[in-house]
């Protein structure tokens, strides 16, 4: 994995640095959920197919946690 490798010194989005040295792995993963439950919400309150949205959050949350569990 690129994190085990470089460290948190390898992302190169800034605000996700961040967010890992004042919150850790628990922040990530917390930006990742609020994130995918306000385009859930999005979705519902649009109209749009609140299906797609949900699985895509979920599948997103799930690869963040196999990742964090694997470094």
């Known amino acids: 994995m690129a994190f085990a490798a470089f460290g948190i010194?390898?992302?190169s989005n800034g605000l996700m640095q961040t967010i890992y040295l004042h919150g850790g792995q628990a922040g990530i993963?917390?930006?990742k959920s609020s994130g995918a439950t306000?385009?859930?919400l999005?979705?519902?309150?649009?109209?749009w197919a609140l299906v797609p949205?949900?699985?895509?959050?979920?599948?997103?949350a799930a690869v963040n946690l196999l990742a964090?569990?694997?470094t």
């Open 29 to 31: 993963v917390a930006l």
């Open 53 to 60: 949205a949900a699985t895509a959050g979920l599948v997103g």
């Open 38 to 40: 306000a385009l859930a």
């Open 68 to 70: 964090l569990r694997l």
């Open 9 to 11: 010194g390898g992302e």
């Open 42 to 47: 999005m979705a519902q309150l649009r109209g």
